[in-house]
């Protein structure tokens, strides 16, 4: 075979196989996309943030104790609901008791001091008045030092009645002192409630709640008549909260009710993050106050809640899957977009001056064309949409991945959706 001949060969060949690869790659071109297709319609939209807490009295009280000693009786358990003045426990009152007669002693000695230096005061001034009359009636019988001595004694006895006054006072103050030791011994409600953690028993040694707070604590009493819950909020959703917006929160102890609730306090400083993001830095978060509005009374401080706070909401507007809405390069567009993600505020982000937000609208012919569109707030699954698009135009609704691939121009076909058995979970 001559080297010509090889050479026709090898051409025809690789023409072919150029052939076969365009043919091939014409039949993918005109493959449609399996894309799921939804109308643009009206709908109720609710936004809202979730956050997760704990259920707390608005009003509570952890008793602990002034003064050390030995609980020798304890009248209420855990549970129990009290009367502000009732009778909670006592504490041994034997040293206190004996502190009191000590004082009462001191005192009592203290006033017999005072009254013997009141007596030696008033005999000096007298003797001195008497020698003052006498000297001058007659200078010779009594010397002018002798006068002196007698003055100086008064003066001695004036200052010594007037310490002893003090000591009687001191005295006093001591008694004041050891009967209100006495009266701690014996603790009562300071205010009406229920027991809700009771941590001493009958027996056991109470200690100064200075000492150790959370171990001097001896019980705790709650207002369970009005109830909140403190949730944390990231600092991108707080800004979207306001003092009286309406909640809907969930006890994990009661999972088949909702109960409903309204925010009365967001806090000005943020709390303290115990975990850091994949960057190395720390979520900033806030503490927000929700009142239960109706809580049941099987509700104990401490239950875990979740709740949904209600930030906005729009009546029968136009909307869209929020999976509908993607990226596409835009040469007109050389400015930023205002996007609301779902869950998140509402910010001004630079997606690039080439970069717009939009959907790909579904022709006559099965072909998508993309569109720009803006949206407002967003609800669980759909975005509100202020403009772009209109009531009854097919988008691509999915999935995620097609819309990804998605161009102008590109050909779809509806994905059917699994029917639902009757009894069966949506999918």
């Known amino acids: 075979m001559s080297k010509r001949m090889k050479y026709g060969i090898a051409t025809v060949v690789v023409l072919a196989v150029a052939a076969v690869v365009t043919i091939t790659a014409a039949k993918k071109s005109n493959k449609p996309t399996d894309v799921r297709i939804e109308a643009v319609e009206k709908r109720d939209l609710v936004a809202s943030v979730t956050a997760s807490g704990q259920v707390i009295p608005h009003t509570k009280v952890d008793l602990s104790s002034d003064i ?144 150790n707070k959370d171990a001097a604590t001896l019980l705790t009493i709650s207002d369970m008549t009005l109830l909140e819950t403190k ?43 115990t975990a850091a993001t994949s960057t190395g830095d720390q979520a900033i978060d806030y503490e927000v106050t929700i009142r239960l509005l109706n809580p049941p009374k099987d509700t104990k401080p401490d239950f875990s809640a979740t709740a949904k706070i209600i930030t906005d909401s729009r009546t029968q507007v136009l909307s869209i899957p929020i999976i509908a809405l993607t990226v596409r390069e835009n040469q007109a567009l050389q400015t930023t977009d205002t996007v609301q993600r779902p869950g998140k505020s509402q910010n001004t982000k630079q997606v690039g001056k080439k970069d717009v937000e939009g959907v790909f609208v579904v022709g006559t012919d099965n072909k998508v064309t993309f569109r720009p569109v803006k949206v407002g707030i967003a609800g669980e699954k759909h975005f509100e949409v202020m403009s772009g698009v209109k009531a009854g135009e097919k988008i691509v609704g999915g ?22 058995k009757a009894g069966s979970p949506k999918p």
């Open 231 to 273: 949730v944390k909020v990231d600092e991108t959703d707080v800004s979207r909260i306001k003092i009286g917006d309406s909640t809907v929160v969930q006890l994990d102890a009661f999972p088949d009710t909702t109960f409903l609730g309204k925010v009365v306090e967001i806090s000005n400083s943020s709390v303290k993050a």
């Open 399 to 420: 999935t995620y991945q097609a819309i990804r691939e998605l161009k102008d121009g590109t050909l779809v076909r509806e994905t059917k959706q699994p029917e639902t």
């Open 68 to 211: 050390s000693g030995k609980i020798v009786k304890l009248d209420v358990k855990e549970g129990d609901f009290v009367q502000k003045g009732q009778f909670l426990l006592q504490i041994d009152q034997q040293s206190y008791a004996a502190a009191v007669q000590r004082a009462d002693a001191q005192l009592a000695n203290s006033k017999a001091s005072a009254t013997q230096s009141l007596a030696n005061l008033t005999q000096a001034q007298s003797s001195y008045r008497r020698s003052l009359e006498i000297r001058k009636s007659n200078p010779n019988l009594v010397s002018e030092n002798d006068l002196e001595l007698l003055k100086t004694s008064a003066d001695v006895n004036q200052a010594l009645a007037e310490a002893a006054k003090y000591n009687v006072d001191q005295a006093q103050a001591g008694v004041t002192d050891a009967k209100v030791a006495l009266g701690k011994t014996t603790i009562l409600a300071p205010m009406s409630g229920r027991v809700t953690r009771l941590n001493v028993q009958n027996g056991e040694t109470a200690i100064q709640g200075t000492l």
